[in-house]
């Protein structure tokens, strides 16, 4: 498939060229414009309908939540948030953004997202259905009801029931097997669980979160990030003590130096049990 072309906004100029940079470095990505501000992006989205616009939250005039909400129907992009603000999380998911990406960037993070796009739009092209139209429609049902609602997160804790995650988003609530949760990262005090492609967010913190999970299956390997063994696909070992993991969605995390034991007991377990077989 083609290049996916993105447009970049950030009303810090430092901010927004580390951003290019860091953008520049993915083979797969076009950038169609780098924007300061609200109106600029507008203007790029509606001149080069871009794939994926990448939106900072916090902008004077108009922020990124503005400029989603003032998005034509035929021009909107997927979105992606990236910002300082982990506030902003539960509703950067109510508009259906890809992800929400916190400052400082990490590249292996942006990485991620980027390949929830990727994948999205590739699904589109390979016509097993139109992603791109749905996300379209997702959003703008979420910008109609951002005008008479202002999605406040709950400070009820999600519980766990059974072995299932109860996910409460407004009036609804969805019920998660264990299982089939992929991996998990946090955002200040909501969690992204990410389940066969799609992404509940629901209010926790990740130790509390990770008490209720099975410990057999639910590791911790970076300050922000639970992930299910059973989802590992491949390992990557990087410098400094360092792991890169794939899983079976394509998705790729990093393994922190300091949380790099279960992944190591991980590795060696299979590696006996591939002797053994042998």
């Known amino acids: 498939m083609n290049k996916l072309t993105v447009v970049l906004v950030d009303d810090e100029p430092l901010a927004l060229r ?3 940079s860091m953008f520049e470095e993915f083979p797969d990505i076009e950038i169609a ?3 300061r501000n609200g109106r600029e992006a507008l203007q790029a989205v509606s001149e080069y309908s871009p794939d994926l616009l990448v939106l900072d939250v916090q902008m004077p005039g108009m922020n990124g939540f503005d400029v989603v909400s003032r998005l034509q129907a035929d021009t909107i992009p997927l979105v992606i948030f990236a910002t300082a603000f982990d506030e902003y999380a539960l509703k950067a ?3 259906h953004a890809v992800d929400y990406v916190l400052k400082p960037l990490d590249s292996a993070r942006l990485e991620t997202a980027l390949d929830r796009a990727l994948q999205r739009l590739q699904l589109a092209h390979a016509g097993k259905k139109d992603i791109h139209q749905e996300e379209k429609n997702r959003l703008l049902r979420s910008i109609e009801e951002m005008s008479s609602t202002k999605g406040q997160a709950s400070e009820t804790r999600t519980p766990v029931i059974n072995n299932r995650l109860a996910i409460k988003d407004r009036g ?3 019920m998660v097997n264990q299982q089939d949760i992929e991996w998990i990262d946090a955002a200040g005090d909501y969690m992204c669980v ?3 492609g799609e992404t509940h967010v629901m209010r926790s913190t990740i130790k509390d979160l990770q008490k209720q999970l099975c410990p057999d299956n639910f590791k911790r390997i970076h300050r922000s990030t639970l992930v299910n063994l059973n989802y590992i696909e491949h390992i990557k ?3 400094k003590g360092e792991y890169f993991l794939t899983l079976t969605s394509g998705a ?3 393994v922190s130096r300091n949380y790099r034991l279960p992944i190591k007991e991980f590795l060696e377990a299979n590696r006996r049990v591939a002797s053994e077989a042998s």
């Open 33 to 35: 414009a780098c924007c």
């Open 93 to 95: 998911f109510e508009v």
């Open 18 to 20: 580390l951003l290019q």
């Open 172 to 174: 609804s609530i969805t």
């Open 194 to 196: 990410h389940v066969k």
């Open 237 to 239: 070992v990087l410098t």
């Open 252 to 254: 790729k995390v990093k």
